[in-house]
């Protein structure tokens, strides 16, 4: 069995004009990264919440419009975010343990 990178494809429905243009876009950089994508189930769950359920090490959409400020907070404890346009890569927040200091 082969192992390989698996990422979370999210399109926000509302900001997308063309949806099935960006789950392509998506789909396409996942390829060029070397990731496999999965996509969530439409849910209320909170987008983190999915994340890490998913167990994915990033979230690829096709712009920062697609997350809210407090999705993209909340992934960065799980995940990094890749977006597309602009072509921009968000790294995990590094935990912050007690007594060790940067």
């Not at 990264?33 to 994340?51: H, R």
């Not at 799980?78 to 346009?85: G, H, K, P, R």
Request: charged share 20%; aromatic share 10%.
């Amino acid at each position: 069995m082969q192992f390989r990178p698996t990422a979370l494809g999210w399109v926000d429905p509302e900001v997308s004009d063309a949806l099935m243009w960006d789950r392509a876009q998506v789909q396409r950089l996942a390829r060029h990264l070397g990731y496999l994508v999965v996509w969530p189930e439409p849910s209320f769950i909170p987008l983190s919440d999915q994340v890490r359920a998913a167990d994915v090490g990033v979230v690829i959409t096709p712009s920062p419009q697609h997350l809210s400020p407090l999705e993209v907070n909340g992934i960065l404890y799980v995940a990094e975010i890749e977006t597309i346009s602009p072509r921009m890569s968000f790294a995990r927040w590094t935990p912050i343990r007690e007594g060790v200091f940067a």
